[in-house]
């Protein structure tokens, strides 16, 4: 089990940015992959960026070319960088760890949330 904590959350207006921040108690990029869920009010948690072990990465279709995701093994950290932020991105963002490699094998770890809260 790895704890993961968050930050960086915050208030901006649309079309700004955030960079969030979770760091991990162990490196654990090498086996696992991470990822970033959000949910907002009324949804269903969805994953927004993953990158695998590999430092392959993927996005959901609504923040494709907005969003970057993002570690830095050294400091067992993995980032999501906000840009051009729309007020549909409102939600808790949630860190999460693979289960597995991957994280179609499930969610191993969450991260506390942090609230991204985009103003228009």
């Known amino acids: 089990q790895v704890q993961l904590v968050e930050s960086g959350g915050g208030l901006v207006q649309a079309g700004g940015s955030l960079r969030l921040s979770c760091t991990a108690s162990?490196?654990?990029?090498?086996?696992?992959?991470m990822g970033w869920y959000r949910q907002a009010p009324g949804k269903q948690r969805e994953l927004v960026a993953g990158?695998?072990?590999?430092?392959?990465?993927d996005y959901v279709d609504s923040v494709k070319g907005r969003f970057t995701i993002s570690r830095d093994a050294a400091k067992n950290t993995v980032y999501l960088q906000m840009n051009s932020l729309k007020p549909e991105d409102t939600a808790v963002y949630y860190c999460?760890?693979?289960?597995?490699?991957?994280?179609?094998?499930?969610?191993?770890?969450w991260g506390q949330g942090t609230q991204v809260t985009v103003s228009s």
């Open positions: 162990r490196n654990i990029f090498s086996t696992n992959a």
């Open positions: 999460a760890a693979s289960r597995g490699r991957y994280l179609t094998t499930g969610v191993g770890s």
């Open positions: 990158i695998n072990s590999d430092g392959y990465t």
